[in-house]
């Protein structure tokens, strides 16, 4: 079955274009434009810019994340800093990528106060003195190390932010997602109480969706990442008046 060929090829390439599969598979291009169509009708895959890529319903854990990309996330975290400068008051969402933001904000940053549902965040800000955290309670989720729930979203709605920094499993036209249902209930509640939002995430989440959407592009103010969105999804993310910092 070709279907079954196309899914089994994206197991080994994280993405597939409809001119080289079409070439591979001996078949013409609107064959495979169809194939894409039913396998996306199916949530199988997902559409992107002249090809495809497998949709996703988990991630690894946050401890074999933080192996991953450091590179990249290290320079998301310098990108950062320009942006937040004269910044009091912050909430930072969990996620391997905040962590290095976090990391980042404790050696140049001075008395300033976070509001975080991570112990990672936590705990990498505490070796600025100077910098006061606010760990919200909420139900332990031990492969995250971050507290959710009722609970956690109760205490977030209690106070009011400059900036929310959140990571993000999957990054597509429709805005950003997160593997953990949980996580992005937190994400939401801490952007509607911040007055300016950063989603900040490497170039493997692009063209990637996850269970939870917890914002379109219209509700974030910059994404930083280190590359730029290629094609229709960089084209989505400009038009809703979100900036792109990246490189």
């Known amino acids: 079955m070709r279907q079954q060929r196309i899914l089994r090829e994206l197991d080994h390439e994280p993405s597939l274009r409809i001119i080289d599969l079409a070439d591979r598979l001996s078949v013409s ?21 002249g090809g495809a890529v497998r949709r996703q319903s988990s991630e690894p854990g946050l401890n074999e994340r933080h192996k ?8 998301i975290a310098r990108h950062a800093m320009p942006v937040l400068a004269g910044t009091r008051h912050i909430m930072i969402g969990s996620g391997a990528t905040t962590v290095h933001v976090a990391k980042r904000l404790a050696v140049i940053m ?23 955290v606010i760990m919200a309670p909420g139900l332990y989720h031990a492969q995250e ?26 990054l597509d036209e429709d ?9 992005s209930e937190v994400y939401a509640v801490m952007m509607e109480r911040a007055t300016r939002s950063m ?25 930083i990442s280190d590359q730029t969105p ?7 993310i400009r038009d809703t008046g979100c900036l792109i910092k990246a490189g």
């Open 199 to 223: 989603i900040v995430a490497d170039h493997t989440k692009f063209n990637q969706a996850f269970p939870a959407r917890y914002c379109d592009w219209g509700n974030v103010d910059i994404l």
């Open 230 to 236: 290629p094609g229709s999804l960089g084209d989505t």
């Open 110 to 132: 001075n008395d300033l106060t976070v509001i975080t549902h991570s112990f990672g965040v936590a705990t990498v800000l505490a070796i600025n003195p100077t910098i006061r």
């Open 145 to 170: 190390g971050a507290m959710h729930g009722a609970q956690t979203i109760r205490f977030l709605e209690n106070y009011r932010v400059e900036w929310a920094i959140l990571g993000a499993s999957g």
């Open 175 to 183: 805005g950003a997602s997160d593997a953990l249902i949980e996580a």
């Open 68 to 75: 991953l990309h450091i590179a990249e996330r290290e320079l």
């Open 29 to 49: 291009t609107e064959t495979i434009r169809r194939d894409f169509d039913e396998l996306t009708q199916q949530g199988l895959i997902n559409r992107t810019y």
